[in-house]
């Protein structure tokens, strides 16, 4: 059986997926600027909004002394994880009329949305943080502590999104579940307040949120001081690898199931 050269297969994926970036950006946030605008809008109005609420009814945020700050470290964080994982669960479905080409798989729509999601976060953080310097001092930032989180975060994200792909195909229902036991996720995951504060035991059952630990590995970056001891970096790399690699199995194995309708 005649196969393709490896040089000539990596150059049709690399095509396919280019081609499959560009129509998502065209279709997700259109050709005008506005569409793109949003992308930003959205992390700045909700940092807004926390803020004005809570530095009404407190003097002092639970870090640092800027409300914006504080609130803008944990939302980023947490938004990295969560837009992740709601547009890699929209991959396949979104894409699904390409799937009837036999070179475009679902894999491709999946690296392709990744790879937009990583790029948009990484523009829509640095305007973030760029523009708020402008308004809030900002100290010395370690990137280390910065980037770990981020990348983590995406895997993670990716990796609930990957697996969500085939459950939301399979069962609708399951769908409308997951997004009622998905949004407390937001009040839960350290974004407001720090986990310290939280006496035991709740807070042992808290660390078994990753989120928890990945708020508060981005906030290391930026306060030096602040150590973040509860930060279990094992377990979160761990499950985020796990969840992509379990992921991947499901779209694997009902590949056939993914290219029809649902």
Do not use: C
């Not at 050709?31 to 930003?40: E, I, Q, R």
């Not at 609420?53 to 944990?74: D, Q």
């Not at 999946?110 to 809030?136: D, E």
């Not at 792909?165 to 399979?170: A, D, E, N, P, R």
């Amino acid at each position: 059986m005649y196969s393709k050269p490896f040089n000539d297969s990596l150059k049709q994926q690399f095509a396919i997926i280019s081609a499959l970036i560009i129509r998502e950006m065209t279709t997700r946030y259109g050709n005008k600027f506005g569409g793109y605008m949003w992308a930003v809008l959205d992390p700045v109005l909700f940092i807004a909004i926390l803020t004005i609420v809570f530095s009404a009814v407190a003097h002092i945020p639970p870090l640092g002394r800027s409300f914006m700050l504080f609130f803008a470290t944990g939302y980023a964080s947490f938004y990295i994880y969560r837009s992740t994982a709601d547009q890699v669960a929209n991959a396949v479905e979104a894409n699904r009329a390409l799937l009837n080409y036999p070179i475009v798989r679902p894999y491709d729509a999946i690296v392709s949305r990744v790879l937009l999601q990583a790029a948009t976060l990484f523009v829509v953080n640095l305007l973030l943080f760029g523009v708020m310097s402008f308004f809030v001092e900002i100290g010395p930032i370690r990137m280390g502590p910065i980037l770990a989180a981020s990348a983590i975060g995406l895997t993670l994200g990716a990796g609930v999104g990957i697996s969500n792909i085939v459950w939301f195909h399979l069962n609708s229902t399951y769908q409308h579940i997951w997004g009622v036991i998905n949004r407390p996720a937001f009040m839960v995951s350290g974004v407001f307040f720090l986990p310290e504060a939280i006496p035991l035991p709740y807070r042992d059952v808290l660390m078994w949120n990753p989120l928890v630990h990945l708020v508060g590995l981005f906030r290391m970056g930026f306060y030096p001081t602040y150590r973040a001891s509860y930060v279990d970096l094992p377990y979160v790399i761990g499950l985020a690898v796990f969840s992509v690699v379990f992921g991947l199995f499901l779209v694997w194995l009902f590949d056939a199931r993914l290219r029809e309708p649902k």
